[in-house]
């Protein structure tokens, strides 16, 4: 299985798979203050809500970005 990267809010976490990522920029463009390939980290979670960020990933054409919903007990 590839590298997977992971960043969440608590409630909402961003799976990112390196291999996947094709750089078609559309998260970038989509939501710029969420993703900028230039900064470490490149995913700033807490610039987008959840729903916001969960419409993006699903334009993700490769894949490499996933999420799932954290289930509190």
Not at 30 to 42: G, I, Q
């Amino acid at each position: 299985m590839g590298k997977k990267v992971e960043y969440s809010n608590g409630e909402l976490t961003i799976v990112w798979q390196p291999e996947l990522c094709r750089h078609t920029g559309i998260c970038v463009h989509t939501l710029p203050a969420v993703y900028n390939p230039k900064e470490r980290p490149w995913v700033k979670i807490e610039n987008a809500t959840n729903e916001q960020l969960m419409a993006q990933i699903k334009m993700c054409p490769s894949g490499a970005l996933s999420y799932r919903m954290e289930h509190k007990k």
